[in-house]
């Protein structure tokens, strides 16, 4: 491969230069993707996207799941605080299998429940940074509700076990 062709892979500096401004630390980069306008880098600790000239990112834990559709050239991911986002990348490289990865390395623990109503699922994620916090999601599906006294009983209650259990 020859100086140019390398270069063509490698992120600019200076926009590591950003992206470390922006979260406080050298990134450790694992992949990356960049699309018209956009650049995605998949870090150990966190998701960034780049779009224009600013920048956001996310804690591995904060992404409650997403995908990547070749065909149409979308990573798609939908955030704990429930906002939803896509880049439209034109070269992904390792990112698809980064994200993946990542996902899956901060999720410590999902228990599933069937109640009368439905489903509920809690997983217990962990922050990548080192610091080892854990956060706790719920989710219901199939009549099932949240917001139904009794399944947020049930939920509080087993959530406080599972932290009692994994920290």
Known sequence: MDAMSLLAHRIDSSLLAELEEVTGSRPHVLAWGRGPGVLVVATREQLALR????WRTWGWQEILSGSWR???????????????VEAGLDSVGRLPEAFRER????TVVTETHDLAQGTVAIIGRRTLDGSDAMTWYASASGGASLADPATAEFVVRRTDALKEEWG
């Open 51 to 54: 779009s224009g000239e600013a």
């Open 70 to 84: 070749a065909e149409r050239g979308v990573l798609r991911w939908v955030c704990a605080d429930g906002g939803k």
């Open 103 to 106: 996902i899956q390395a901060s």
